[in-house]
C-alpha cells in the first residue's frame, strides 16, 4: 500500500534560519505529491504540490522537488518567518485511487 | 468563498450522548471525506464518500456513521460517544478522478467527550 513518512518534530529553528522538513513515500504507479500547512487552530490547507517527476512546486517562499529515483519530496525555505510556525504536512495521491496518503506531520517552531 | 463548512467548531459530549458533526462544500466536488486527527497520530480517515449515494470505511470507523445527504452534504454521526473518540474531527472534499486534485479542508470541530 501507499504510505508517507515524514521526520518527527518538533523542528525548532531561529528566524531566518534554512528548513528543511524530510519526506519519503512508497507508492504503486506515478503519484502526485503535496505539502499541506495547519496553522494553530485551523485546517490544512495546500502548500505546494507537484504531479511528476523532477517538478518543482514553490509557494510563499518554500519549494519541493519530486524526486522518483529517492522517492523523496523535502520541503525547504531559505529563511524561515515567526509567522510559519505550523504543523506541515506531506501527502500522496496515486493514479489508482482518490483517497490521499498523509505523513503523521512535523510540527515547526520558529523563534524570533 | 466558503469552501468546507462544518459545524459545531467545539462540543462537550456525555459518555453515551449521541451527535451529528455537519459537513457542506460549496465546490461541487463529488469526494467528501471525515478525519480525526489526535496528538501523535497525525490524520486518520474515519469515513469517505466517492460521490452523491456512495459511503466507505476508511482506517477507523468504528464508532461511527455517515450519511450522504445530498452532492454538497456528508455529516457524521456518534451513536454512543466514548472517551476515545476525543478528538478534533476534519471534513474535507475533492474533486474525483484527477491525480492532481487537491483536497480542501474544513477548519475542524473539536470534540470532547467526558
Known amino acids: 500500500g501507499n504510505s508517507v513518512t515524514q521526520m518527527e518534530g518538533p523542528v525548532t529553528l531561529s528566524e531566518e534560519a534554512f528548513l528543511t522538513i524530510n519526506c519519503t513515500y512508497t507508492a504503486t504507479g506515478y503519484p502526485s505529491l503535496f505539502w499541506y500547512v495547519q496553522y494553530p487552530g485551523e485546517g490544512l490547507q495546500l502548500l505546494l504540490k507537484?504531479?511528476?517527476?523532477?517538478d518543482k512546486g514553490s509557494n510563499k517562499g518554500f519549494e519541493a522537488t519530486y524526486r522518483k529515483e529517492t522517492t523523496s519530496f523535502h520541503l525547504e525555505k531559505g529563511s524561515v518567518q515567526v509567522s510559519d510556525s505550523a504543523v506541515y504536512f506531506c501527502a500522496l495521491l496515486s493514479g489508482g485511487s482518490y483517497i490521499p496518503t498523509f505523513g503523521r506531520g512535523t510540527s515547526l517552531i520558529v523563534h524570533p | 468563498n466558503a469552501g468546507v463548512t462544518q459545524t459545531p467548531k467545539f462540543q462537550v459530549l456525555k459518555t453515551g450522548q449521541s451527535m451529528t458533526l455537519q459537513c457542506a462544500q460549496d465546490?461541487?466536488?463529488?469526494?467528501m471525506y471525515w478525519y480525526r486527527q489526535d496528538p501523535g497520530m497525525g490524520l486518520r480517515l474515519i469515513y469517505y464518500s466517492a460521490s452523491e449515494g456512495t459511503t466507505d470505511k476508511g482506517e477507523v470507523p468504528n464508532g461511527y456513521n455517515v450519511s450522504r445527504l445530498n452532492k454538497r452534504e456528508f455529516s457524521l454521526r456518534l451513536e454512543s460517544a466514548a472517551p476515545s473518540q476525543t478528538s478534533v474531527y476534519f471534513c474535507?472534499?475533492?474533486?474525483?478522478?484527477?491525480?492532481?486534485?487537491?483536497?480542501?479542508f474544513g477548519e475542524g470541530s473539536w470534540l470532547t467527550v467526558v
Open positions: 465546490m461541487n466536488h463529488n469526494s
Open positions: 507537484a504531479t511528476k517527476a523532477d
Open positions: 474535507a472534499s475533492s474533486e474525483t478522478g484527477l491525480r492532481e486534485n487537491t483536497i480542501y
